[in-house]
């Protein structure tokens, strides 16, 4: 079945440190997104991707950096400068740039935590 | 500028009772509407969506929801509860030629049913 694959499920993170979420996905989708989600907040958009090697900044980018080397995958890095990376993350991908006709698809998402 | 507003930040009904979660838009274009939902600690499934075809659009699940252009709704519908049905929902609105910001959530309205 073709999906959105996010890993790990859970994250935890140091102080400091760099980690990066993986999201694949065999939909052959062009846009991919990540976002943010706060309790009480909604989905905030991080970063975007409509084609291979292409990507733009969403609202809340600072600390963030993500690749698209491949079609498939759009990896995000949560940098040691996001001061408060605790949340969940989700993967999301459309098969336009815009989502409009078909809406997008959702991984399952990762939770982060800082320890 | 898109924008969402979802009444009810929590609406609790009791198991077998009608659901209604309330959505209301503004967009300078015509729009395209999703509902998704979102169970605890998963990704966000996609509803049903409304992209300019019949008003009253079925869903899975037995969700159902009508498009009222004069009153700038979305509302979401379902007769019956089901403890199932427990969960955040989240009505989106698309349209506009911003792609990769095209998708502009709501800020959800949590479920609750009670045996």
């Known amino acids: 079945d073709g999906g959105i694959t996010q890993s790990p499920k859970y994250l935890f993170r140091k102080e400091g440190q760099n980690v990066t979420l993986s999201c694949e996905q065999n939909l052959n989708h062009d846009a991919m997104y990540w976002y943010r989600q706060d309790p009480g907040q909604g989905l905030r958009l991080i970063y975007y991707?409509?084609?291979?090697?292409?990507?733009q900044k969403g609202d809340i980018a600072e600390g963030y950096s993500v690749s698209r080397e491949k079609k498939e995958s759009f990896p995000l890095t949560v940098t040691s400068a996001q001061k408060n990376p605790t949340a969940f993350y989700l993967c999301a991908s459309s098969i336009d740039g815009s989502g409009t006709k078909y809406g997008y698809t959702f991984g399952s998402g990762t939770r982060l935590t800082v320890v | 500028a898109q924008s969402v507003t979802q009444l009810d930040s929590h609406v609790s009904v009791s198991e077998g009772t009608p659901v209604l979660l309330r959505c209301n838009y503004s967009s300078s274009y015509s729009p395209s509407l999703f509902w998704y939902v979102q169970h605890p600690n998963k990704g966000l499934q996609l509803l049903l969506k409304y992209t300019s075809a019949a008003t009253l659009v079925k869903g899975i699940n037995g969700f159902e929801a009508e498009f009222k252009k004069s009153e700038t709704s979305f509302h979401l519908t379902k007769p019956s509860a089901h403890m199932s049905d427990a969960a955040e929902y989240f009505c989106?609105?698309?349209?506009?030629?911003?792609?990769?910001?095209?998708?502009?959530f709501g800020p959800g309205t949590r479920l609750s049913v009670l045996p």
């Open positions: 991707s409509q084609i291979v090697n292409d990507f």
């Open positions: 989106v609105v698309s349209g506009e030629d911003n792609y990769g910001q095209n998708f502009v």
